[in-house]
């Protein structure tokens, strides 16, 4: 397959998306880390442009000359393949690059990898450039996540944007859909561009079930709120009650109660709580226990594969019931790419479908999603199964 204009186009566009992201952000805003799951903007700047560097430049562009010795250590992120890096919780201390530096890092790399595709379309830097485009697709996600972090700590909740629309409600009937029992196939089945992890097709025993068409609003999670939800112990598993107990959970993310109603941080500001948009910012645990209250349960994300053609889905990553696993016949790529999705498939949980906060051109029905219970600053919601 040879490289074709567009794969080229979409590679700027989305250069120039990121950048867009970071254009209502005060230089300050560009180096705070509030927590460890939390990157600076100009960290994920530069990682995302490192990337194309240290796996395609450097290989493949003759002479190319590195920009700055010192950017794959400050950038890299978790391959071990490639070498010695600043640690995660380090990342908010890089006062220095200079954002300004940051910035003539990426113009250098995109123009780089400009004249290098023009002149090489081979078809192995043609699947490096598409896997390239969409890693830093994946930290517009974070980014946009990370900066919501960011402003919703700082004690003033400035706003990001205006026109950013984050809670849009669903405007169907709420129902149940019905799936009969019987094997169906799971997996990434076209030629399209997808992960390793969503490699594998295979068939799964479904017994019957439903699925609710809509996500859980934030006015039922008020209900289980009101009904001490975050106090009675027998709707949590054992870890999710140690750790609501242990850092004073009572509500989701961003909610702030003021005199008597509750309001939420968003990235248009501090808002009264919406009760008919999708409920948002909790963890895995929270999901559980309102299942519970409910009497119901989270889909596994096969149920939700198999039933996602009947709902709309996108505007919350949702929850599921299953581990993050590696599908039969799972085979990691060489290499340092290697390191991309397998050596996390450990103690995490499966989410599906996209966010507010994921690109365009980015997310598919088969795509998998993966974090730690307990961690709710994405845009993660759920929707019921029973």
Same mark, same amino acid.
């Given at each position: 397959?040879?490289?074709?204009?567009?794969?080229?186009?979409?590679?700027?566009?989305?250069?120039?998306?990121?950048?867009?992201?970071?254009?209502?952000?005060?230089?300050?805003?560009?180096v705070?880390?509030?927590?460890?799951?939390?990157?600076? =903007?100009?960290?994920?700047?530069?990682? %995302?442009?490192?990337?194309?560097?240290?796996? /395609?430049?450097? =290989?493949?562009?003759?002479?190319?000359?590195?920009?700055?010795?010192?950017?794959?250590?400050?950038?890299? %992120?978790? &391959?071990?393949?490639?070498?010695?890096?600043?640690?995660?919780?380090?990342?908010?201390?890089?006062?220095?690059? %200079?954002?300004?530096?940051? #910035?003539?890092?990426?113009?250098?790399?995109?123009?780089?990898?400009?004249?290098?595709?023009?002149?090489?379309?081979?078809?192995?830097?043609?699947?490096?450039?598409?896997?390239?485009?969409?890693?830093?697709?994946?930290?517009?996600?974070?980014?946009?996540?990370d900066?919501?972090?960011?402003?919703?700590?700082?004690?003033?909740?400035?706003v990001?944007?205006?026109?950013?629309?984050?809670?849009?409600?669903?405007?169907?009937?709420?129902?149940? /859909?019905? /799936?009969?029992?019987?094997?169906?196939?799971?997996?990434?089945?076209?030629?399209?561009?997808?992960?390793?992890?969503?490699?594998?097709?295979?068939?799964?025993?479904?017994?019957?079930?439903?699925?609710?068409?809509?996500?859980?609003?934030?006015?039922?999670?008020?209900?289980? @709120?009101?009904?001490?939800? #975050?106090?009675?112990?027998?709707?949590?598993?054992?870890e999710?009650?140690?750790?609501?107990?242990q850092?004073?959970?009572?509500?989701?993310? &961003?909610?702030?109660?003021?005199?008597?109603?509750?309001?939420?941080?968003?990235?248009?500001?501090l808002?009264?709580?919406? =009760?008919?948009?999708p409920?948002?910012?909790?963890?895995?645990?929270?999901?559980?226990?309102?299942?519970?209250f409910?009497?119901?349960?989270?889909?596994?994300?096969?149920?939700?594969?198999?039933?996602?053609?009947?709902?709309?889905?996108?505007?919350?990553?949702?929850?599921?019931?299953?581990?993050?696993?590696? &599908?039969?016949?799972?085979?990691?790529?060489?290499?340092?790419?290697?390191? #991309?999705?397998?050596?996390? @498939?450990?103690?995490?949980?499966?989410?599906?479908?996209?966010?507010?906060?994921?690109?365009?051109?980015?997310?598919?029905?088969?795509?998998?999603?993966?974090?730690?219970?307990?961690?709710?600053?994405?845009?993660?919601?759920?929707?019921?199964?029973?």
């Amino acid at each position: 397959m040879l490289l074709t204009d567009t794969l080229l186009d979409f590679f700027l566009e989305t250069r120039k998306y990121t950048e867009t992201l970071c254009a209502p952000l005060e230089v300050e805003d560009y180096v705070v880390q509030p927590i460890v799951d939390v990157s600076p =903007p100009k960290w994920h700047l530069g990682h %995302s442009t490192w990337f194309f560097e240290e796996f /395609i430049l450097k =290989p493949y562009a003759k002479g190319y000359q590195i920009f700055d010795n010192d950017f794959a250590f400050v950038f890299n %992120s978790y &391959y071990e393949t490639v070498g010695k890096r600043v640690i995660r919780s380090d990342r908010g201390n890089l006062s220095r690059p %200079s954002v300004e530096k940051v #910035y003539a890092y990426r113009a250098y790399v995109t123009k780089a990898i400009k004249n290098l595709f023009e002149e090489n379309q081979s078809p192995q830097l043609y699947s490096l450039l598409e896997i390239g485009v969409h890693h830093e697709k994946q930290h517009q996600e974070l980014l946009l996540t990370d900066i919501k972090y960011i402003l919703g700590n700082n004690p003033l909740l400035p706003v990001y944007s205006a026109h950013l629309e984050e809670h849009a409600t669903e405007a169907h009937p709420k129902e149940w /859909i019905s /799936i009969e029992e019987g094997i169906y196939e799971i997996g990434h089945n076209t030629s399209d561009f997808c992960y390793d992890n969503e490699l594998g097709r295979h068939k799964v025993y479904l017994h019957q079930y439903q699925i609710s068409n809509a996500l859980t609003s934030n006015s039922e999670y008020l209900e289980f @709120m009101d009904a001490g939800g #975050y106090k009675k112990f027998h709707l949590w598993h054992a870890e999710g009650w140690d750790w609501v107990n242990q850092n004073a959970i009572s509500a989701p993310l &961003y909610w702030h109660e003021i005199d008597g109603e509750w309001h939420q941080f968003t990235l248009n500001g501090l808002q009264k709580v919406d =009760p008919n948009a999708p409920l948002t910012h909790i963890s895995y645990f929270e999901a559980f226990a309102f299942a519970q209250f409910k009497g119901c349960r989270l889909p596994t994300e096969f149920e939700w594969e198999v039933a996602q053609a009947y709902f709309p889905w996108g505007s919350r990553w949702e929850w599921t019931e299953s581990a993050y696993l590696p &599908y039969p016949n799972y085979q990691k790529a060489d290499g340092a790419l290697g390191e #991309y999705n397998g050596k996390f @498939m450990v103690n995490q949980k499966v989410l599906r479908g996209g966010s507010v906060a994921t690109p365009k051109k980015h997310t598919r029905p088969t795509y998998r999603n993966f974090f730690h219970p307990q961690l709710r600053w994405q845009f993660t919601g759920l929707r019921l199964a029973k």
